[in-house]
C-alpha cells in the first residue's frame, strides 16, 4: 500500500490488510462502506466496529485527507472551481459543472489526474505548468469526497448518506490536469474505488477518461479487463502538421498510430468513442479540416464535441473560430453522418473552461 492514504483502498485492499493483521477480511467492505457511502474517516465514528478495531484503525493508517480546500471560485453559470492544496505544497484544481434545463441540478465533475501536464498542448494552460508529479489514487478520490462535502455543507446540500449517483452528482470526468493515460495505475486505481457497489457505486458509463492520444496508454487501457468506462479523445486535427503544431504528442504517435489504437479498442455495444475538437479561427476549422475529421473517423463508433475555445493569459496565440464557421463546420459532420454535439464550456468567467486549468503558487494568493 503505498498510497499516502487509505482513501485509494479497494475493497480488495482493505481485506487483504485485514487478513494480514488475522482479522477477518469483510471487516475491509465494512470500512470501504463507511468512508465512500457515509463519508466517514473518523474510524472511532464506525460503530459497528470493536473498540480495539477501531483504535488498531486509527493508531497505523493515515485518516487525514490528503487534499485540503484553498479556493473555491464560483462562476455566474453555476460551475464551481476547487483549488486544493496537495500535502507537499502544490495546487491542483477540479470543477463542478452543473447539467442544463432540467437537469440542472445533475452535476459532472471534472477532475485532475496529474500536476501539471508534459505533454504540451499549445492551447491549453496546464501545459505552462510543466509536469510537477503524478497524483495518487487517494488524491484522486481526495477530490470527489471534498467536493461532495462542500456540496453537503451548502444551504441546499443534501445528506451524503444517499447515492451521489441518484441525486445531485452523475458525472466523473477526467478531463482536468495532466494527461490520464501517463498516470493509469492511479486512475484506474481511482475508478475501481469510486465505481464499487459498497461506496459511492458511480456507474461506469458515467465515468470518462481523456487523452491527448498517449498510444501506449490507449493500448494499455484496451487490455485492461476491469475498465468499462467512457474514452474520449482530444482530437482537435485530423492533420499532422496542423496536430503536431497544437499537440506535439503527435510527433511521437501520429494520427495513423492513434486511429490504429482506436481501431483495435474494445468497445461494449452502443458504445461509442467522443472526439473532442476544439474549433480554433483559421487554423482546424475550414471545410477541409471537417472533410479530413470525417475520413479519420470513418469506420470508428463515434460521436463529435465541438467545443468552444477559451483563451488563457494576455497572449494567446489563438482565437474562437466564427459562429459562421462554426455553422457550416458542424453541417458538413452532420452530413456524412456523424453526431456531433456543440458542447458549451461552463465556467470560462473563472478559468475554469476546457484547456483553462492551471496553478501556480499565486493563486494560493487571497482572492
Known amino acids: 500500500w503505498s498510497d499516502p492514504t487509505c482513501l485509494g483502498w479497494t475493497p480488495a485492499d482493505w481485506r487483504t490488510w485485514f487478513s494480514t493483521r488475522g482479522r477477518p477480511g469483510f471487516r475491509g467492505d465494512q470500512v470501504f462502506t463507511w468512508i465512500h457511502r457515509f463519508g466517514v474517516t473518523d474510524p472511532s465514528a464506525m460503530t459497528n466496529l470493536s473498540k480495539d478495531l477501531r483504535e ?11 487534499l485540503s480546500v484553498e479556493r473555491v471560485q464560483r462562476s455566474f453559470d453555476g460551475s464551481i472551481k476547487f483549488g486544493f492544496g496537495t500535502a507537499d505544497g502544490h495546487l491542483i484544481e477540479s470543477v463542478l459543472i452543473p447539467g442544463s434545463g432540467r437537469d440542472r441540478r445533475k452535476y459532472t465533475v471534472c477532475v485532475s489526474s496529474q500536476i501539471g501536464c508534459a505533454l504540451g498542448c499549445t492551447f491549453c494552460a496546464t501545459a505552462t505548468m510543466g509536469f510537477l508529479r503524478d497524483l495518487s ?62 461506496g459511492l457505486d458511480f456507474s461506469s458509463r458515467r465515468i470518462t477518461i ?32 496542423i496536430r503536431t503544431r497544437l499537440m506535439p504528442v503527435n510527433r511521437r504517435f501520429p494520427l495513423a498510430d492513434l486511429r490504429e489504437a482506436l481501431l483495435e479498442f ?6 461509442r468513442i467522443t472526439m473532442e475538437y476544439i ?73 475554469a473552461a476546457c484547456g483553462q486549468l492551471a496553478s501556480s503558487e499565486r493563486s494560493r494568493e487571497p482572492q
Request: aromatic share 6%; hydrophobic share 45%.
Open 56 to 66: 488498531e484503525l486509527a493508531r497505523e493508517l493515515v485518516w487525514s485527507g490528503p
Open 137 to 198: 489514487a487517494s488524491e484522486i478520490v481526495a477530490q470527489i469526497h471534498e467536493i461532495l462535502r462542500f456540496m453537503a455543507a451548502e444551504p441546499d446540500g443534501w445528506d451524503l448518506g444517499e447515492r451521489p449517483r441518484t441525486q445531485w452528482l452523475t458525472n466523473i470526468v477526467y478531463m482536468g490536469m495532466g494527461e490520464p493515460l501517463l498516470n493509469l495505475p492511479a486512475v484506474l486505481q481511482s475508478v475501481a474505488v469510486l465505481s464499487d457497489p459498497a
Open 210 to 241: 481523456s487523452t491527448a492520444g498517449w498510444v501506449p496508454g490507449l493500448r494499455e487501457l484496451a487490455g485492461h479487463p476491469d475498465f468499462a468506462g467512457q474514452l474520449a479523445i482530444s482530437l482537435h486535427a485530423c492533420d499532422d502538421g
Open 266 to 271: 474494445p468497445l461494449p455495444a452502443r458504445r
Open 279 to 351: 474549433l480554433l479561427a483559421d487554423v482546424n476549422d475550414s471545410p477541409a479540416h471537417a472533410r479530413a475529421l470525417v475520413r479519420f473517423c470513418s469506420g470508428l463508433r463515434v460521436k463529435i464535441n465541438l467545443i468552444p475555445y477559451h483563451a488563457y493569459g494576455p497572449a494567446s496565440q489563438f482565437s474562437a473560430s466564427p459562429p459562421a464557421r462554426k455553422a457550416a463546420f458542424t453541417e458538413l459532420l452532420q452530413a456524412s453522418g456523424l453526431t456531433v454535439i456543440e458542447r458549451s464550456s461552463a465556467g470560462a468567467d473563472i478559468d
